[in-house]
């Protein structure tokens, strides 16, 4: 019933009663319904069966789709002279066509999953092609060597054709050839090395699957080298390329952007990649004996190592100019080896932290400290292990967990400038006048337990893991820093735990000055963890470099581990708020008004505003508090009920029994 005025039709037969698997008899339409659909221009058909000839079909047809296309070819009376994207993915075509059909304004060719396919067409008949696209063409053993004619071919995807065997050599012709994707081709006689020479236009080069190093040994080298200079995405991933199969030098992949080495076995960083600066973005993923990785270029902007379970370091080639941030970085995979992160994070047993921390700390006879459980690597994967005490050097700060609670200061030490709080999550203090003094920071000491089963994964998992923070305001200044540990020790049942930290406050521009008014929290997210008491500890040097925070006057150290200096611009995702920690820009940005964002940036004088005037609600972990409170008064006032419910029902029966 179709009319003159169709331009455009689709019919999907899949759904069709008819081809239900119950239903032996197929719907087969007739070719002469779409013969007075004089202007139709697109037509996409998904399994249909058309019975009849095509010699009256739609001469204005610019565009078709035939997914499940039945026949061995196309008929060569169906009109395609006007065509120009052709998609007939999952046919049963064993041949494009018989005879010759010249197709002039085609551009687009997809004969994805036709996996009977032996041969394709003469290229010459669409000398305006700008993209083929082959995908799982599994029978195709080879291409028609007049594919070299396309002077206008961009795009050619030929993944996971297993059994092609050769290329034409005459591909070196494609001049305008931007994509060649070959990902998967495993059964290729030769690697076109001089082909891939001569193809300067080219810019991305996809080879994964492709066992570079199995199928020729040799010539491996020679053919990484072989690929163009304009290059700017290569992905070798799945090659089997070992460290020695890459060579020193390849500098004609100097303008690479994306590089992809994923699930091959090496066990270090490749030499030539150090050359690589314009590099933004590099893979790793699941190379499983990669071990370290020493001298990475300093441009690349993201960095992804999930599931490289050997990885021990990670580091940089020195460039001061370097502006760092793990905002999209991935190490997800429990990399429970990667202890070192340059500008990030470093972790060591507690056994070799300098000793000028420890001492800064106050912290003695730490020989025989149990293993304690640890949660590893933040929000950005879930995974915790039993381990021997570490320090963390992050930001600048050291934290260290130790269990029980007999390392938190308890006696007042001459000297030590110490503000303790039992019930209260803050402390508030200002900066003393100490003459021929200056502050180089603060230790901050919190004792804290759990509250949940951490047996339990469902309940312990959120994807956030925000789960204790400690912020410091200088209300003199208009700073604050919020610190969220990527490490951080989990208590056992019924114990405690105490959580210990140094912040180095060096920089003039943060400094704690004579004066300043300072502000300092430690949160613990419910219904996760409790704090039960902690203390603020003032670290002040003394002209003549001596601390004033130990019980020992000891030599102050300038050049004590430390991840990052003092310069924390790149954190400063508010104005004069230093998010420290695993927090995105586009994390803050898009949770403006969440109820945790805004408690972490107040300090409680402001939290205390807000409540009165109604701006904000509570934290979610007092919500949840003032539920189960709420519930527990439910529960007390049923049993209520129901006693005297049973008292009264128990009287009824005595008095009834009386007058009986």
């Not at 990475?296 to 990670?314: A, D, M, T």
């Amino acid at each position: 019933m179709g009319t003159q005025t169709i331009q455009g039709l689709v019919l999907d037969m899949r759904m069709h009663l008819a081809n239900s698997p119950i239903n032996t008899n197929e719907t087969i339409l007739e070719t002469n319904a779409f013969e007075r659909m004089q202007k139709l221009k697109l037509l996409h058909l998904s399994h249909v069966q058309l019975d009849g000839c095509y010699a009256k079909f739609p001469l204005g047809l610019r565009w078709l789709c035939w997914l499940g296309f039945p026949l061995h070819s196309i008929p060569i009376d169906f009109p395609l002279e006007n065509v120009i994207v052709l998609e007939m993915q999952y046919s049963s075509l064993g041949q494009v066509c018989k005879g010759t059909k010249v197709l002039p304004p085609l551009k687009i060719l997809d004969f994805s999953h036709s996996h009977d396919l032996t041969e394709i067409m003469d290229f010459s008949l669409c000398p305006s092609l700008e993209e083929l696209i082959l995908v799982d063409c599994t029978s195709l053993k080879s291409v028609h060597e007049s594919i070299g004619n396309l002077e206008r071919l961009v795009y050619l995807n030929m993944k996971d054709c297993k059994n092609l065997r050769m290329l034409p050599k005459n591909m070196c012709m494609l001049k305008s050839l931007e994509t060649l994707i070959l990902s998967g081709c495993s059964s290729l006689d030769e690697f076109p090395v001089e082909m891939m020479k001569q193809i300067e236009s080219l810019k991305v080069l996809r080879t994964d699957g492709i066992p570079l190093n199995e199928l020729w040994p040799e010539r491996c080298s020679s053919i990484l080298s072989s690929f163009p200079c304009s290059l700017v995405e290569l992905n070798l991933s799945r090659c089997n390329l070992s460290d020695d199969a890459f060579p020193w030098d390849l500098s004609n992949l100097s303008s690479i952007r994306r590089l992809y080495l994923d699930e091959n076995p090496i066990c270090s960083l490749p030499i030539f990649i150090k050359g690589l600066r314009r590099l933004d973005h590099l893979s790793f993923y699941d190379c499983e004996r990669l071990e370290s990785l020493v001298g990475l270029p300093k441009g690349h902007q993201c960095l992804y190592v999930s599931q490289c379970r050997s990885l021990e370091s990670i580091s940089y080639l020195q460039d001061h100019s370097f502006n760092w941030s793990p905002e999209f970085h991935s190490i997800g995979g429990c990399i429970d080896n990667l202890v070192e992160w340059q500008y990030w994070y470093k972790l060591e047993p507690i056994g070799r932290v300098d000793v000028e921390m420890i001492k800064l700390l106050g912290l003695c006879n730490l020989e025989s400290l149990p293993n304690i459980r640890m949660h590893k690597f933040g929000r950005m994967v879930w995974c915790d292990d039993w381990s021997p005490v570490q320090g963390l050097y992050q930001y600048g700060i050291f934290s260290t967990f130790l269990p029980g609670n007999e390392f938190f200061p308890r006696n007042e030490v001459p000297g030590r400038l110490i503000h303790k709080s039992g019930g209260s999550s803050s402390i508030s203090f200002t900066v003393p006048l100490l003459p021929d003094h200056r502050g180089r920071g603060l230790n901050v000491f919190a004792v804290y337990e759990n509250v949940i089963d951490f047996s339990d994964t469902k309940l312990v998992y959120d994807c956030m893991d925000i789960r204790m923070t400690i912020k410091v305001s200088n209300k003199s200044k208009g700073l604050k820093w919020i610190y969220v540990p990527l490490v951080y020790g989990i208590p056992g049942e019924g114990e405690d735990m105490t959580w210990l930290s140094h912040w180095k406050m060096e920089n003039e521009t943060i400094a704690l000055q004579c004066g300043d008014e300072v502000s300092v929290s430690v949160i613990m997210r419910y219904p996760w963890f409790q704090l039960k008491e902690f203390g603020v500890e003032l670290v002040q040097e003394h002209q003549n470099n001596t601390m004033l925070s130990t019980q020992h006057n000891t030599k102050s150290d300038p050049n004590y581990p430390f991840v990052i200096s003092g310069d924390l611009s790149m954190w400063e995702h508010i104005p004069g708020i230093y998010f420290l920690g695993s927090f995105s820009k586009e994390f803050i940005k898009s949770m403006p008004r969440s109820n945790l964002i805004n408690h972490l940036i107040m300090d409680s004088d402001e939290e205390d505003t807000d409540k009165e005037e109604g701006q904000e609600d509570e934290p979610d972990y007092t919500i949840a508090k003032t539920r189960a409170a709420s519930n527990n008064y439910g529960l007390r006032v049923w049993k209520v009920l129901l006693i005297v419910v049973g008292f009264f029902f128990t009287l009824a029966l005595v008095l009834w029994s009386s007058i009986s």
